[in-house]
């Protein structure tokens, strides 16, 4: 069993708010990503992080942000919502076993926002 | 970029019936994942594959990691209707290990019939 948190689960925000979900995990995981994912559709890559201080663009351009201050934590960031931001947002992590093993990802629940 | 291609896009299923899915990639994985999905959720990891030819059972569900390295395949046995949701497959591409980057297929909806 994973211990991958989000919050909030549910979120409801008008136009050019900013917003910050939340992502925690409690497993020590070094690696941590931020997907984006519509309704019944795959999932895309936005942010990934390896470690502390460490953030990299994922393979779906966003206009979000993130940060990994601590190793359990990585938020990601809205300046200022729209409309086109409205989606899933799902955190996962995973920890290298090394280079022989490859990561398995583990995922929160994920944050449904919706921008009007 | 790379893609994973899946396979059905859905099935609509009796109780009790087998189910069968699977996964294609034009290049060589070294790492094959299994994750459900429900509605509103985030995806759960059903199965792990490490090696080609691993052939892995969870309960019900069955998945090899094909010999080429290439593909995959998930079974599940005598269907109930708790199966029901949205089944991806995942892979690493050789070379990505030091990322733990991902690459999702497209996703299989599966509704099962009581």
């Known amino acids: 069993e994973a211990d991958i948190y989000q919050t909030p689960r549910y979120l409801v925000i008008g136009t050019g708010k900013k917003i910050t979900l939340e992502c925690s995990q409690t497993?020590?995981?070094?690696?941590m990503y931020w997907y984006q994912q519509d309704p019944g559709m795959e999932l895309h890559l936005i942010h990934y992080s390896y470690g502390v201080n460490s953030t990299e663009k994922g393979d779906l351009s966003s206009e979000s942000t993130v940060s990994r201050i601590r190793t359990e934590h990585f938020p990601l960031t809205l300046e200022s919502a729209r409309p086109s931001h409205t989606s899933q947002y799902l955190c996962a992590s995973s920890e290298s076993f090394g280079k022989s093993v490859t990561d398995t990802q583990y995922f929160g629940p994920g944050t449904r926002l919706t921008v009007l | 970029g790379q893609q994973l291609n899946q396979s059905p896009q859905s099935m609509f299923i009796q109780e009790g019936e087998d189910v069968s899915m699977n996964c294609t990639s034009s290049s060589i994985f070294n790492t094959w994942l299994w994750y459900k999905q429900d509605p509103g959720e985030g995806p759960v990891l059903l199965i792990a594959?490490?090696?080609?030819?691993e052939l892995t059972s969870n309960g019900r569900l069955t998945a090899q990691f094909g010999i080429t390295r290439k593909d995959s395949f998930l079974n599940i046995s005598a269907s109930i209707p708790s199966d029901v949701g949205i089944y991806f497959c995942a892979g690493q591409q050789v070379g990505s290990s030091n990322t733990g980057k991902l690459i999702f297929g497209q996703g299989t909806t599966l509704q099962v019939k009581p």
């Open positions: 497993m020590g995981h070094d690696k």
């Open positions: 594959l490490y090696k080609a030819g």
